[in-house]
């Protein structure tokens, strides 16, 4: 059974910093390429970082230079460090796996910034 569990959200001040983990189960984690979204109320949810299988990354326009993506195979998690917060940054987060044909999300977990 596939889990993807979300962790690290909660609220910030701008300008601070947060780290999202993403602990992974169930699939071969160091052959799936590992992507962050976010989704904020009344918004269409979009891609915030990705890093592919290979650890090769890509950014958000909006988040390059403040956000890193990261992974540790040996421990199946995925990181995202969020510096420099903005209030616009206040989102859902969700964490994604994708797999050959097959992808998988998490639950999502909470990052509030206030100004």
């Known amino acids: 059974q596939v889990q993807l569990v979300e962790s690290g959200g909660g609220l910030v001040q701008a300008g601070g910093s947060l780290r999202l983990s993403c602990a992974a189960s169930?699939?071969?984690?160091?052959?799936?390429?590992m992507g962050w979204y976010r989704q904020a109320p009344g918004k269409q949810r979009e891609l915030v970082a990705r890093i592919t299988n290979s650890g090769a990354t890509n950014y958000a326009d909006s988040v390059k230079d403040r956000f890193t993506v990261s992974r540790d195979n040996a421990k199946n998690i995925v990181y995202l460090q969020m510096n420099s917060l903005k209030p616009e940054d206040t989102a859902v987060y969700y964490c994604n796996a994708a797999v050959t044909r097959s992808a998988w999300w998490g639950q999502g977990t909470q990052v509030t910034v206030s100004s």
């Open positions: 169930g699939f071969i984690f160091r052959l799936a390429h």
